[in-house]
């Protein structure tokens, strides 16, 4: 006997399966009724049982009328797990009204392609075409009522209902017409033929009558629903798709067409607006497109609807606009996002969304790459190249110019770059080309139309996201582009001063609001006062937390009947209702079936987003019964169903539903899981590791697999680092630093230590935070010295030298340096000995003796020639340029301004070249210092303003504080002083803060004369 859910064959005396311990059921072809395993005839009615097969089934039709008999050439062409959906629905199908999707798709020219071909060969080439199409609509959950000798009929949202069954049966026709291109170049090969289909869609309303046990069904079409989905396979040409636009309006956010313009239909009186279904549009998140079964009654938010529309409006007129929304988790903030984006009033405008994850402050750029694969229309499935194609084409299409910006996006995207001027940059370089790109493919595409651009939970934003949203916001003023964020009160941020910035409170709904929601979810019987009264004082009027409430008062039985029409038949007092969404939530979960609760726990540990292949490969659960289970999930909403094409997901309906089920595992269960999914993920993705190194870093971590936690944060922070995107880096080293605690000493992992704290070294200067710098390198001198490795001893020296130089300790640096010396002479580390050269040209510098100071830069000035030119030694500036400059400074010091003339050329001239920016601000720093001193004061201003604009630019921090004093005693002495004294005394407090006692006592001299 074959069992119904697993599929597995099993004797026929067993009473449960063999192969996942489901009851066996034999059902009567006649009655339906069930029958114990082995009878061979029906207890109830007589009829001879058969052990269960396949149902097969296939349709004769025409306009007004179907019915299904059986097909034995066609193999079972029905799922399992769709059929019993069928049957689950059969209730709720006799004499029910439907609006669904038909499609009609045949073989065009079937008769000239099987001409001449053995019957059993054209059956051969035939079938698996029908198979292929059946597949795809199977996808999409449709069901397939016809099957002729060249083609199908299919429908969408029947039996089995769908809100979205337009967009289904659009997915459905692109996904079969793709599987057949593939087998065209099977067949191609081997009969010399070509093999193309044809495809029609329409939308409207039927009737179905009845349905039996077995899936035999009576419909009765209402109007010409049939016939014109008919009508628009008849159109087609071979390879196409056409469609109506009665299945347009329910699809057109999903979809991308091609207007064929009004076209005469044999049967109408006047002529169709037809389409052509060119691809797959941008918008494939179902929660954001047609979730409206799971919203409840949006009210309360007029003004702040009204705030949009009006900042639509100025940002329509190219002057750009942003808003925020700013409330506690469930107060509605997406939701006043999801109505004000899906309205009318936006029609015309290019809408891109994308959002932060609570486990991607580490990621950089992760809200940005997601809204650039969302403009891109990129899929998980599309490799290196293809992502190129996408890519390329786009931005050469909107504009040439654009193609510089190249680079960055597919290098941002995870696309192996070869372009050796991309190579060549170095990591802030790279950044700021990264943000400039993204800016300027967004300004240019708003002057094609206008932007609509949301990102929502800036509270779990990275840096480098934070980054681009603040070069942006600096570009709206005059483009057509509407910026909406959303985030938890907790976030910082520095836009309020900006007067195209409004920011939107959003507060707990006031009580009119919440009796109609109350209204709309309850309904009017007299019983539920005291109920909405309770509600409202319990939940406080939020609006997520009133619908939970209520949820739960229906699951329990508390409340009969259905939305709008409740009836209370419990005793107010004794309602177990939670106070908190996290108990109500808990509660929900608690209540779900062993089974369920087990796949939602395991969905909860993959993230909010959970793609079936993936939870199918660690629930080790056939795949017919993890949908069945999946099902009942998405009845009692807790999922829903996101993407449909490519490939299914789901998520979470809400994030706190996620973190609840997340926090109901115990944590060795997490673990178990976390580490399923982390081998599950590098067996899949072996080749590309890479390109989701920080998700495997996060699972590795969960599941304690601590190795891979040492490798993969190791390898995120370097890529976090490789975009100066420091505080990710600095992030990622730490854990990994975590790591190495839990796995066993070696040799190996001792270096790999001192190497994390030297990367953790080079991520925190830029920062300023030095006092971290330094527990580090002590950190670092403690296992150098037990291993007795001298090249690494030799670099704790060399960082210890700029250390103390930047604090003012100048023994312990000209100290530090020297050891250093000695140990690159011995090991002969040329890297090593040219910055050590460095650091001690700035202590000597410090302490006044500049010709001593010389001697030590005028060595690597000597030295760096040829490609040594354009080597960094791990120094954020080019040690030629570095050099260079410190030697200015010192030139300066002993009026030597020729000279420092020259080498500030020579030093501007490099930097330039390489287009440097770390490097051209030191030039414009130094250089600026010395017109300062040479009483030049305009050149000084010149060089000092771009050097500061460079460096808050790259959020350099470090240098700050010292060209904006030195900028600042230059206006003071060039008659500025409004402008000076603030500046002079914002930098000083900054360096006192730095704790660089050498810096420090120039800038009080200065900012002392300028009081004066």
Not at 273 to 300: H, I, M, N, W, Y
Not at 510 to 526: C, F, H, R, T
Request: proline share 4%; net charge neutral.
């Amino acid at each position: 006997m074959r069992c119904e859910s697993c599929g597995f064959e099993n004797p026929p005396t067993l009473n449960f399966c063999g192969g996942c311990g489901a009851r066996l059921r034999l059902s009567c072809p006649r009655c339906g009724a069930e029958n114990p395993p082995g009878f061979k005839f029906c207890g109830q009615c007589g009829a001879g049982l058969a052990v269960s097969q396949p149902t097969r089934s296939v349709v004769t039709t025409n306009t007004d009328r179907i019915s299904l008999r059986q097909e034995p050439q066609i193999q079972s062409y029905t799922p399992q797990h769709l059929a019993e959906k069928i049957l689950q629905s059969r209730s709720a199908l006799e004499g029910e009204r439907k609006q669904i999707t038909v499609l009609f798709a045949d073989i065009k020219g079937s008769l000239e392609l099987l001409a001449g071909l053995d019957p059993e060969e054209a059956r051969r080439l035939l079938d698996p075409v029908l198979h292929r199409m059946m597949e795809a609509v199977h996808r999409y959950e449709g069901t397939v009522n016809q099957v002729l000798g060249d083609g199908i009929m299919a429908l969408f949202g029947a039996p089995v209902a769908h809100e979205d069954h337009a967009v289904r049966a659009c997915y459905a026709a692109l996904a079969m017409q793709e599987a057949i291109r593939r087998y065209t170049e099977e067949v191609r090969r081997q009969h010399g033929v070509e093999v193309q289909i044809r495809v029609g869609l329409n939308s409207g309303e039927v009737v179905v009558r009845t349905i039996g046990h077995d899936l035999h069904m009576d419909y009765s079409a209402i109007g010409q629903t049939t016939h014109l989905a008919a009508r628009m396979e008849q159109l087609a040409t071979p390879g196409t798709i056409r469609l109506t636009m009665n299945t347009l309006r329910l699809a057109e956010d999903f979809i991308q067409v091609k207007s064929l313009g009004l076209i005469p239909v044999k049967g109408l009186q006047d002529p169709v607006e037809v389409f052509e279904l060119v691809g797959a549009g941008p918008v494939r998140r179902r929660l954001q497109a047609s979730l409206a079964r799971g919203f409840t009654r949006f009210v309360g938010r007029q003004p702040e609807l009204e705030t949009l529309r009006q900042a639509l409006e100025q940002a329509g007129r190219d002057h750009g606009q942003m808003v925020a929304l700013v409330g506690e988790p469930g107060i509605g903030k997406s939701r006043l996002f999801y109505e004000f984006t899906r309205s009318r009033l936006t029609q015309g405008w290019l809408m891109l969304e994308s959002s932060s994850v609570s486990y991607g402050k580490a990621t950089a750029y992760l809200p940005v790459i997601d809204l650039l694969k969302t403009y891109f229309q990129m899929e998980d499935r599309d490799d290196s190249r293809r992502i190129r194609e996408k890519v390329m084409g786009k931005i050469l299409a909107l504009e040439e110019a654009l193609r510089p910006t190249l680079p960055a996006l597919l290098s941002l995207l995870g696309v192996p770059m070869e372009d050796p001027s991309w190579k060549q940059l170095d990591p802030p370089q790279r950044r700021q080309r990264t943000l400039e790109a993204i800016k300027h493919l967004l300004l240019r595409e708003s002057q094609v139309q206008p932007l609509l651009l949301v990102f929502e939970d800036l509270h779990w934003i990275d840096t480098e996201t934070q980054a681009f949203l603040e070069s942006l916001i600096e570009s709206l003023p005059t483009v057509r582009i509407l910026l909406l964020v959303n985030y938890r009160p907790e976030y910082q941020h520095g836009w309020g001063s900006k007067s195209y910035y409004t920011q939107l409170r959003i507060d707990l709904l006031p009580p009119e609001s919440v009796e109609k929601l109350l209204q709309s979810l309850l309904g009017n019987d007299a019983s539920l006062q005291p109920l909405k009264q309770s509600l409202i004082e319990r939940t406080q009027g939020n609006p997520f937390f009133l619908e939970e409430s209520i949820r739960t008062l229906v699951e329990t039985q508390a409340l009969v009947g259905e939305r709008g029409a409740y009836r209370l038949v419990k005793e107010l007092p004794t309602l177990q209702m939670p106070v908190t969404v996290q108990a109500m939530l808990a509660a929900r979960i608690d209540r779900l079936p062993l089974e369920e609760k087990r796949w939602l726990q395991c969905a909860a540990v993959i993230g909010k987003d959970v793609k079936f292949n993936l939870l199918q490969a660690i629930a080790e659960l056939p795949e017919e019964a993890l949908r069945r289970s999946l099902l009942r999930l998405q009845t009692a909403e807790f999922l829903y169903e996101t993407n449909l094409f490519p490939d299914l997901e789901y998520t979470f309906k809400h994030a706190l539903t996620h973190e609840v089920a997340y926090g109901s595992l115990l944590q060795e269960r997490r673990r178990v899981l976390h580490t399923q999914i982390l081998k599950v993920l590098e067996a899949r993705s072996a080749d590309r590791l890479d390109k989701q190194v920080e998700r495997l870093a996060h699972h590795a971590l969960q599941g304690e697999v601590w190795d891979k936690v040492l490798i993969y944060f190791h390898q995120a922070g370097a890529k976090a680092a490789a975009r100066s995107a420091n505080r990710e880096a600095v992030s990622c080293f730490e854990q990994a630093l975590v790591a190495l605690k839990h796995l066993p000493e070696s040799c190996e992992l001792l270096e790999q230590a001192i190497d994390l704290r030297f990367n953790l070294q080079n991520a925190l200067f830029p920062l300023g935070e030095f006092e971290r710098i330094l527990n580090f390198l002590h950190e670092a001198e403690t296992l150098a010295k037990a291993l007795d490795d001298q090249r690494r001893l030799g670099w704790l020296s060399c960082y210890m030298t700029q250390h103390f130089w930047f604090i003012g300790n100048s023994d312990r640096a000209i100290e530090s340096g020297q050891h250093a010396l000695m140990i690159a002479n011995a090991v002969q580390d040329f890297a090593l000995q040219t910055m050590t050269n460095f650091f001690l040209g700035q202590v000597y510098y410090n302490l006044g003796n500049y010709s001593r100071a010389m001697d030590f830069l005028r060595k690597n000035v000597e030295s760096l020639q040829g490609d040594l030119i354009y080597e960094r030694f791990n120094l954020g500036i080019l040690p030629f340029v570095g050099s260079r400059n410190w030697l200015i400074y010192c030139l300066t010091e002993v009026g030597e301004f020729t000279e420092g003339i020259i080498r500030v050329e020579e030093a501007l001239q490099v930097a330039e070249a390489v287009n440097h920016p770390q490097s051209l601000i030191d030039v414009c720093y130094r250089a600026g210092f010395l017109y300062l001193r040479k009483g030049e004061f305009q050149k000084a201003i010149v060089l000092l303003e771009r050097g500061l604009a460079l460096s808050q630019t790259l959020n350099i921090s470090f240098y700050l504080p010292f060209i904006d004093s030195t900028l600042s005693y230059t206006y003071a002495l060039s008659g500025r002083i409004t402008e000076a004294i603030p500046l002079l005394e914002r930098a000083v407090g900054q360096i006192v803060s730095m704790r660089t006692v050498g810096n420090l006592s120039i800038r009080v001299v200065w900012l002392s004369e300028s009081y004066r």
